[in-house]
Structure formats: C-alpha cells, structure tokens
C-alpha cells in the first residue's frame, strides 16, 4: 500500500524549462543583441545541462565549476567571447532564472488533496537552490523534505540508493512510495529496480509510457492512481 509520495521538482512541480529558456534568451541577448543564433540559444543551454551537472555529481568538479564550464561552452558554441569573470556571468543568468521560478497550475491543488500520504521532493539539483525553488513556490509546508543527493549518501537518481535512501527518510521501504516525474529514466523506470512504483509526468503529451508504468498529463490525474 501507498504511504508516501515523493515529486521531482524541475519539470513537474516547477516550470525549470519556460523560466530557465526565458532567462538565457535575455542573457544572451543583453550582451549580444540581435545574435542570429538567439533562436537556438535555449536549445543549446538545455542541452549542456545535464552533461555539466553529470560532472558534479560524479565528484569531477564542483558545483560552481559546473556552472563555469557550462557558460563557458555556451559561448564558444556561440562565438560570443567568454566572460572575463564567469561567475558574476553566470549570476547574471541565475537572477533572471530565479525571477522566472514558478510553479505549473496544477500543483498547488494536487499538493493539498494529498493529506495523509508522507510527502516529499527527491531531485537531482543543488540542495539549497532546490530548497529556495520549493519555497518560492509556496510549497515548503508540505513538501519541506527536499532530498537530493548531497543529503542521500551522494546518490542522484537513476542511481538505487536514491531511491531506497529516500524512501527510508520518510520512514517507509520503497514499495510503499511513489515517484511522480518527468524523467522517464530518474523517475519512471528508475526507481522500478528497487520496488518504488512510480508514474510518468508527460505534461508535453510525447510518447507512450514504458510498458508497466502509468502515465499523467497533469497532476489532477493522479488521485485516480491512489488507493
């Protein structure tokens, strides 16, 4: 029986792509206006995120070189100069990405119909910016327990110890928890391997779930899926 449920965060509770896409466009076209590649920029900024922060969570760097190594690729590819001070570069971009932080329409009431269930956030962003988007979005009432892998051990999904770890900091085995996200490998077939059931989160309406696992377009979907 279900006891708890977890959520990712960027992609399911919060918007991470529309405010992240936003904040590099402007980035991008404060210092280069007009760049006849604008229209590929957030294409290209998606595409390095998570191959950089692969990097930090395998211990290669850390978490602020991430973000200098990222920018600094993004501008080559651009042939825009590199920044000087990439790290006042980067906060630049980190300030319009935070103004952007807002959560999909549908959260707020999901959230709220699901007292009695253990609730919480397993995410593979950086503990404390993954703390401040769920407060920002006015979910640190009932999604205070924001887990990712500095707190687990170093384990970041898809690895199992995330999942078993997270579901052991609710106080509950892995059967007795759901994942809800939008990842179909960190949160669909991921958690399966440890006996966590899990649902797929497809707000884009893309393609058929894995055989086996339930899919949502919405959250208002998912007390249909409970007992």
């Avoid at 206006?33 to 395998?58: S, T």
């Avoid at 630049?92 to 807002?102: E, I, K, L, P, S």
């Avoid at 979005?137 to 999942?163: C, N, Q």
């Amino acid at each position: 029986m279900i006891k708890g449920i977890l959520f990712d965060l960027d992609g399911t509770l919060l918007d991470h792509r529309g405010a992240a896409d936003a904040a590099i466009n402007a980035w991008l076209a404060a210092r280069r206006p007009g760049h006849p590649r604008l229209a590929e920029a957030a294409m290209l900024w998606a595409g390095f995120e998570r191959p950089y922060l692969a990097m930090w969570q395998a211990g290669e760097c850390s978490w602020e070189e991430q973000r200098r190594r990222r920018l600094r690729a993004f501008c080559q590819e651009l042939a825009v100069p590199v920044p000087a001070d990439l790290d006042a570069a980067y906060a630049d971009f980190a300030a319009r990405y935070r103004r952007g932080w807002t959560a999909y329409p549908d959260v707020a009431e999901a959230v709220a119909g699901l007292g009695g269930f253990a609730l919480g956030v397993l995410t593979n962003g950086g503990q404390r910016m993954q703390e401040a988007k769920v407060r920002t979005i006015g979910l640190d009432g009932p999604l205070a327990t924001v887990l990712t892998g500095e707190v687990l051990d170093g384990h970041y999904k898809p690895s199992p110890g995330a999942y078993t770890r997270a579901a052991a900091t609710l106080g509950l085995a892995p059967e007795q928890v759901l994942l809800v996200g939008d990842d179909v490998a960190n949160d669909v077939t991921g958690p399966a391997a440890t006996g966590m059931r899990s649902v797929w989160l497809d707000r884009l309406g893309a393609d058929e779930p894995p055989a086996g696992f339930p899919r949502i377009t919405s959250l208002t979907d998912l007390p249909h899926l409970l007992p």
